[in-house]
């Protein structure tokens, strides 16, 4: 199993960014997906969940009216559209799947089913 996430990079506050994870080695479609982000001396933190069925998603307050999580299970991949982003939003963002949604915003990161490496989103000011 492989989670790839992807899309990272440098921008300026109030601008955007869409993550991608593309999932391999698993049925994605049968597995809740989710963000989390780690910023330089924090600790990692839930940031968007979706459930299997797409009709259920977690934002963390700190994101909500911001950010959007989305799925396609035809190509097996997450979404994390970000917009208006802060110097705050600076970390490094993780996807990770999961069979328990709830799971997924309510346990740390290394208690997924699955995750993979990071990618570095960097908000300047």
């Known amino acids: 199993v492989q989670l790839q996430a992807c899309g990272g990079g440098l921008v300026q506050t109030g601008g955007s960014l869409r993550l991608s994870c593309a999932a391999s080695?698993?049925?994605?479609?049968?597995?809740?997906m989710g963000w989390f982000r780690q910023a330089p001396g924090k600790e990692r933190e839930p940031v968007a969940a979706?459930?299997?069925?797409?009709?259920?998603?977690y934002y963390a307050d700190s994101v909500k009216g911001r950010f959007t999580i989305s799925r396609d299970n035809a190509k097996t991949t997450v979404y994390l559209q970000m917009n208006s982003l802060k110097p705050e939003d600076t970390a490094v963002y993780y996807c990770?799947?999961?069979?328990?949604?709830?799971?997924?915003?309510?346990?740390?990161?290394?208690?997924?089913?699955?995750w993979g490496k990071g990618t570095q989103v960097t908000v300047s000011s």
């Open positions: 990770a799947a999961d069979r328990t949604y709830s799971d997924l915003y309510t346990k740390q990161l290394r208690a997924m089913d699955y």
């Open positions: 080695g698993m049925s994605v479609s049968m597995n809740a």
């Open positions: 979706i459930n299997s069925g797409s009709w259920a998603t």
